[in-house]
């Protein structure tokens, strides 16, 4: 257990001052697009109530509107499938291009396939996989992980797309043209997209109502790389479900706003089986979901539409970067869902997860101030910062917080319970501060005092002042009867 | 009314004077129904070792607070975070003990108390400054001390309320109002980069704003933003606590 | 080679997970009914559509009627300059020799502009309902240079939940009907990206414009 990883991460990326002050306001500014938009609703506080209520409606009936979603999908035409774990998933996944003796494949932006490793599996096994979003594409060429879960290359200058664009796809060195870059991206992957032989999505919302699903995308690039080949696979984990069509009304209004302060994405897909002579998968996932509906606390997590603007609003977040989380999903939302999966068996009393997650992300939901405002920017209403607080007592259960933060929080605990003792205590480090010597209460060991003053320290404890003038003094003092305050 | 003062920990021990003029402000506008007591049983809130991932350690200091507590008609704290830690955070200590819901009806918040109970509006008094407000996380978004600016909500703010009808305040504007000071407790030393980072961004932000007095609800705010103020060389804006500025303010009416 | 559908290891898993999920009772949650909510109505759906298509980056054109939008259209430096173009609306642009039967989206890769019917707009957010149902012509969207779009002014919803109301059955729900010729889209102006240091640049993948025509007639 390394409960010192975000911080080690975090620090490393605030000590480039310039960028991460560049990051920080990226992100901000995605956050006032968003409160703009937000502001700009009328019934928006009603829709994030709403956008909840129909999330924990649907997995309140999990099972029953899965089996609706099957089989309706399956009348449609689509083949569903059912993925146990991310191994299961890439097997499916392999069998079906195998199958069809594909060998170039196109991908949208799908998380659940970074989670569960997708792309490496393929590659693997000689598929060539083309991650066809800009952001994606630019993280794939780099042979980086995306740091953030809408804007995969957030993290990155225009003058590093420039140099990785120069070097992959041969753009003139130097030019860092946003638009010149987006153009040669543009035509680098539409021969990407008109030499693949099947195409992989992800999936914002599967529709039990009808058997179909809906793909949002900016750039098209879901709609182009499905409507070329015959072959679509659709990846998705189980929770994405909504119950009726007329849901998606209020998840579409939610999200697009949310997540990057657009009134809707540009490209919102409805798929109901497959194109004429096409052949449509659909791949349900678990991996670690179905846990996360046991513990009332944390099962609000399920209502999560990736939109990230926890992520955007995360004061932590813009300030230390995405690949400090080390997990697919950063922020906030990850901060509580990577630890949950890691942790949850264990709570349950099982072996802990088997396979990839063998790291519990423990300093994760450390990795926060608790300021709050995730939880009010969610669109379905997850109390993120109450999980976040919640999976700290978890974390603290399973045993995993160092020795010495454990020692030293019970000996608080002792301290500050008898009053006689805190005052007695408070007194000597009152007297002894003024007159260390600076090197004394500044050094390494202080973690307060590498960019922080210490407050001054009093001659009296505010009970001491009670007891001596305040208990006494009349209630409507007079214009000199206050005029003693320590100012 | 018999009211107990609720005093943080480094409240009690690094900013009495916040108490003196919480003290002061409740006796003046409270007027002789208030009875104002500071029960000397009472503990730290328990934040710190809940904070940490160790809320079995903060049990015994919500269940003194409890006892502590009991006699009174409400309890009054200068300070959102612990207030929150009493009314939205001892459930899993205290439910169900006899007095439990009572403590958490009756525990308020300083400004919450002047604005909901005593309805004191906006008074009058005198403070010529440039007033950054510092909001304070937990009193904004736990205890809803203001509308904020992630929700889409009629806007109210109950600490500025308590400030614009002081002659010759006027309020700075800073760019991210209600951006976390990066303090939150144990955060601070935890993620000391971060917090320090956090910590100075919102200094440099009420600085371009033209903030003179740095003001807050929250005292642990303040104390991490005074830390970044004062090592950055900054000996003049003042730091104050909300009811030191009442105080000053309205000691002559 | 391995069946992709390892039959009996998939159903174990289908069965595993059923049994996991119904073995749990979870407290019921009321779905709510969306009909008795009260949504934004806009004074005017057509201007805010408007509006709202032109901040994401379309144009809408209003014209009285099919012609006048032809007329307009046959200006478009787009449309001068185009060497392929496609059109599924009888009386708006031509279909290049030889392209209107081509199911292969592939052949269409040359095309230029591509104009489509849209069946209504929505004014919250400028997008336009395109209904793919009775072709393949999806790709076509996508993969043209630039999108025309004809909407009559008329057809403008204020919200997506009027957007949905229309595309429902009789009875409100979409158990019928809706999906069944397999795909549709809200398009809400021209492909976009922001992934390079979050600057603006349209033309992604898809169009580098969309003209939406406001046919008043």
Redesign the interface.
Known sequence: MKTAEHPDRARAFVADDARAHWHDESLWFVRTKRDKQAHSVPEWERLRELGSQIKRHAISRWPDYLEEFEKNATALGAKVHWAANAEEHNRIVLGILQEAGVEKVTKSKSMLTEEVHLNPHLIRNGIEVTDTDLGERIVQLREETPSHIVLPAIHLKREDVSETFNQHLGTEAGNADPAYLTEAARQHLREKFLGAEASITGVNFLVAETGGFVVCTNEGNADLGTSLPRLHIACTGIEKLVPRAADLAVYLRLLGRSATGQPITTYTSHFHGPRPGGELHIVLVDNGRSDLADDPQFRDILNCIRCGACINTCPVYRRSGGHSYAATVPGPVGSVLNPLHALTPMIAGEDAREGERGDAHGSLPFACSLCGSCTDVCPVKIPLHHQLLALRKTVGDRGLLPWGKRIQMKAASTLLNSPKLFGAVGKIARKALPVLPKMAVYNRLNAWGNGRDLPPAPPKSFKQMWRDELKAESAQPSSNGAGDAPR | MRVGLF?P?Y???????V???A??VL??F?G?DLTLE?P?????C?Q????????H??K??AE?NLRTFAEFDAVVCPSGSCTSMVRN?YGPFLEGQPGFEELKAKTYEFCEFLTDVLKVGSPSGRFPHKVGLHPG??G???LRLGS??????EPFDKVKSLLTGLEGLTFSEPA?P???C????????????????????KIADHKQAGTEALVSPDMSCL??L???L??GGDKQTRVLHVA?VL??AT??T | MNSPAAEPSVSATRTALFKKLRGRLLEAVELPDLNAEQWIRYDDPLAQFEEVLGAVGGTPVRVADLAAANAHLKQLPVWAEAKQTVSLVDGLGETTEGLSAVPDVHELAGVDVAVFDGLFGVAENGAVWLDFSHSDHRGLCVIAQHLVLAVPASEIEHTMHEAYARLADADGSHRQKFGRGGFGMFVSGPSKTADIEQSLVIGAHGARSLTCYLLDG
Request: charged share 30%; with cysteine; proline share 6%.
């Open positions: 005093i920990c409240v009690d021990q690094f900013y009495p004077r108490g003196a003029a003290v002061r006796r003046r409270g002789p500071y000397e049983g009472q503990v730290c328990g710190p070792m809940a904070n940490a991932g160790l809320p350690e903060s015994p200091l003194t955070h996380c937990h904004l978004r736990e904020g600016s992630e929700r889409n909500v991210r209600d951006e976390c990066g303090f939150g407790g144990t955060f601070a030393v935890n993620e000391e980069a971060v917090s320090v980072m956090m910590g100075q961004d104390m991490h005074e830390g970044v004062r090592r030191e105080e000053e000691r002559e």
